[in-house]
């Protein structure tokens, strides 16, 4: 098969968690992909030699012999792609079945602006002995300029990048403080907006894991680079506003607003620069951001926060369409039988017990 998607793997000391994100790839509805994993120069091999996803000709392991950082360790990964797509997956998520078959057939049917697809996140928080304690789910949105994507103080989730997209920007930027470990999901978003629309479709297609070890805990480095970072794009943009900042929660930091910059006020040749720009009224739920940005729903514009109890469905739109899983094989659809679509059993559905994924059974996905 032509393949036409690589599923880039960044991993450092990533654990027992790592399966967890292979084995989403490789029951995916659509087989056309290719895995790119970059081992970023973790204490302890990541894979046996012997594993079985290494015998697949579609996976390709990068060992770096040092931590380079996200960012650097995703660039050595792009080099590697010669896909027409691109999708990053952290080594404690994983994916939904469904995505990538949803991914590909929407980006087939685009035009070239389109750098960035994205759909809907479950998020899944884990105590400290890997219990489910909490679920929740967020909607993505659409974006109207790079303005609008700055004061949302979100990012999008999964992250399905056009690969001549990536590469027109030079990748994943290294040029800030801490050369591209954190925030790299939300640099790499504001540069390409400069250049190509995002696209949101509403489905279900990313599964996000919070523990004890999530990078996004070190909250003083994230609201220094949050602020770094807004500063950063503001000024490459022609410095045409000021930002005014709020800080909540445990000391999380966001965007609130944009001033219109004294030097610019009288050119009337953008309007936009007459007027305070405010980010959207948003709901509090949350006092952390959820990933390596601000993504709480204090950040949110669009989040639908649902405290799932055992046995229900994420308020928000399902793939009705055929997907594979471990347990069942090829099934019709979401609820299509025991143990197959979110919130069909026990132990499948999000929310519905610890260490499980969408129809996966105990111990494989979601573990």
Known sequence: MNEQVTV??????????LQDALNSVFIQLYDGWKIVLIDDGSDEEILAPDSEFLK????????????????????????????PYVIQLDSDDWFYPHTLD????????????IGV??????IVHENFEGKRMMTEVYKGQPF??????????????????????LRSIGGWPT???YEGRVLEDKRILLRLIEKYDFLWVDYMLYNHRRHNNNQT????????????????????????????????????KKIEQ??????????????????????????????????????????APEAVINKEQPGTTPNAKLYTGPYMTLDTGLCMGPGTGPGTGPGTGPGTGPGTGPGTGPGTGPGTLGG
């Open 8 to 17: 880039l793997i960044p991993a450092h000391n990533p654990g027992k968690y």
């Open 56 to 83: 697949d000709d579609r996976v390709e392991l990068i060992r770096l012999p040092q931590n380079l950082g996200q960012s650097k360790a995703l660039n050595i990964g792009l080099e590697r792609v010669t896909t």
């Open 102 to 113: 949803i991914l590909v057939r929407e980006a087939i049917n685009q035009p070239d602006n």
């Open 117 to 122: 697809i994205s759909g809907n996140i479950h």
């Open 144 to 165: 109207t300029d790079k303005y609008d994507f700055l004061l949302s103080n979100t990012s999008v989730w999964p992250r399905f990048y056009r690969t001549s997209a």
């Open 175 to 177: 040029d800030d403080p």
């Open 217 to 252: 805990n070190q909250i003083e480095l994230y609201a220094e680079m949050t602020e770094w970072t807004v500063r950063n794009a503001l000024e490459r943009w022609g410095g045409k506003y000021e930002p005014v900042f709020r800080t909540y929660g445990l000391g999380w």
């Open 258 to 299: 944009l001033i219109p910059n004294a030097i610019f006020s009288n050119d009337s040749n953008d309007l936009n620069d007459h007027h305070v720009i405010s980010a959207p009224e948003v709901p509090r739920f949350l006092q952390a951001p959820l990933n390596s940005i601000e993504k709480s729903s204090d950040s």
